[in-house]
């Protein structure tokens, strides 16, 4: 499903990736994790299609295609979510409506007729029970004035009406009391298919303990230094990162 | 992957769509302003002697006034000798007797700016009165006005038929004296709107103007006058457009409002006269004074503005709250985008008694647009409970605009309750990629988020007027982001 080889990236002349890659197949859930600075953030931001970013080598392949040749929007058609880290407000825009635009782009982009208001707003009833959100949070301007947490659940309501084929989830976790973190856990694992796949940004492990990855790659300096199954995490979160980062294969 | 900047500036490129020009035959005089010219437009029009006198002295006092450049806008020196103040489509015969009559390719033109006036094709809920450069070339409607009392038509034709009212209200509010284009106006105006509502009326139908500038050359100098009586209301709304052209053009209109006793005025303006290019050529000055008097107790003027074009705008729509509890408010949305200026915002003049006042003004600047709010909020000694709320909202695209705000605020009753909000944002790159990363496109997150902005005045225009003004705005602001 998404295919990363030996990317290289950077911004304003600083190379932040240094050579990544990573195969991911749908039905899974990778983890990534790392210390701050090791260029998480800037993976997920590339594969969402943030301007800014210079790529000087290697590719990202979804679903055969070339990921990195599309526009954010175009992507986001394509299936690829990101649930940001610091999720934008919108001041004068209608939560509601938002929504409706996003999700009426995506139908349009695979032949659907667009939901009317009504049908939208019994759509989104059903998905915010899942996410245990306020429903006056719709009336509300995108993301202004929503706490830490309510801009997290409300990423993942997102995710739940536009129905993504990767799921990036970029720090998710930050910012989220324990109570929140398993509301937004039991959402995402709730949207996980045999069709989908989920990509998970984290830097500590707490995440993981509701999210299970198949998979958990550490990045370090802009490379992926270990990969292995779940229990490298808890193996991290007690041994902290400096094993890794110290050992020889770092410039494997 | 682009580059902050060059996303901005695509957006805030445009095609003006309404720049076409008629090719008409005109009667038009020549270039110059004297004595001569003020004679020739009176006479053209049929006036009586008590307006030829009005605008002469209206001429002599102009030649005494300077220009004023205190706005916080840039231009070159107007050659007041170089404009021809009049110019009309050439009449057959007498005239046209009904708009059936109307030269065709007249008809056509405002039916290109989607403004059908024949019978079978003009809108239903609207009376409208086109005015083409200096005359009107007919009204719709005005026979179904007329069994409710309702007077609707053009200033000229309300000259000769309602010579009375015209002389009893014209100037009232905007004395020939009171300002450098209003003056100028008043020595020179040749045609625009006349509007009366007798006691008790509710007009049964909107009523608009549609001014449409032609012939190269000349200014358009319109004068609108809507008198409402005891217990009227009427709701108005006057929309304008202009050929594309490398030279400047002068419009300085005037509109005088007067309300009467519990009379309601609501008047909104769309106005999108050509805004010249990217580079400031071109484009229409756009120097007009509006006023309206809330002149009778419980009487209430609204002001809703829309105002997208001209290369420089320069106009302060106001409110003077004379009759006790009295009500004026002001919605405006003023978009600056390629190298256009706008100057703009409103004055309320609290007079009376428990006189309210409420300002919402959204300045929008693009491209290299400078916009600044200018606006006075003056309570007199008499105004006992006066109240006044304003609002200023500026949003920035890009980093090449400018937005200012100018606000005056002069009290003499120490019971006045004055509130003032002001903020400015600018639509980040963040935002637009957070909608990008939704599916959704540029242009429709631009629209979105402009839309969102000016939500609080769109809501104030006439429901068939709002959609216009919001897809006259995306099409302004259209390719500016991309």
Known sequence: MLEIKNLHAGVEGRQILKGIHLSIQPGEVHAVMGP?????????QLLAGRAGYTITAGEVLYEGQDLLDMDPEERARAGVFLAFQYPVEIPGVNTTYFLRTAVNAMRKHRGQAPLDAVKFLSLMREKIKLLELDESLLKRSVNEGFSGGEKKRAEILQMALLEPRLAVLDETDSGLDIDALKVVARGVNRLKTPQTAQLVITHYQRLLDHIIPDYVHVLHDGCIVKSGGKELALELEERGYDWIVKSPLQTA | MSSTADTIDRFVRQEYKWGFYTDIETDTIPAGLSEDTVRFISAKKQEPEWLLEWRLKAYRHWLKMQEPHWPQVKYGPIDYQAIR??????????????????????????????????????????????????????????????????????????????????????????????NFFATLNSAVFSDGSFAYIPKGVRCPMELSTYFRINAAGTGQFERTLIVAEEGASVSYLEGCTAPKRDENQLHAAVVELVALDRADIKYSTVQNWYPGDAEGRGGIYNFVTKRGLCKGAHSKISWTQVETGSAITWKYPSVILRGDHSVGEFYSVALANLAQQADTGTKMVHLGRNTRSTVIAKGISAGRGQNSYRGLVQVGKHAAGARNFTQCDSLLIGDRCGAHTFPYIEVKNPTARLEHEATTSKIGEDQIFYCNARGIETQDAVNMIVNGFCKEVFKELPMEFAMEAQKLLSVSLEGSVG
């Open chain 1, 36 to 44: 701050n600075g090791s260029g998480k953030s800037t993976l997920a």
């Open chain 2, 85 to 178: 103040y009049y110019s009309a489509p050439k009449k057959k015969g007498d005239g046209p007797k009904s708009l059936d009559e109307v030269d065709p390719k007249l008809l056509e033109t405002y039916e290109k700016l989607g403004i059908p006036l024949h019978e079978r094709a003009r809108l239903a809920g609207v009376a409208v009165d086109a005015v083409f450069d200096s005359e009107s070339i007919g009204t719709t409607h005005k026979e179904e006005l007329a069994k409710q009392g309702v007077i609707f038509g053009s200033i000229s034709e309300a000259v000769r038929e309602h010579p009375d009212l015209v002389r009893r209200y014209l100037g009232s509010v905007v004395p020939y004296t009171d």
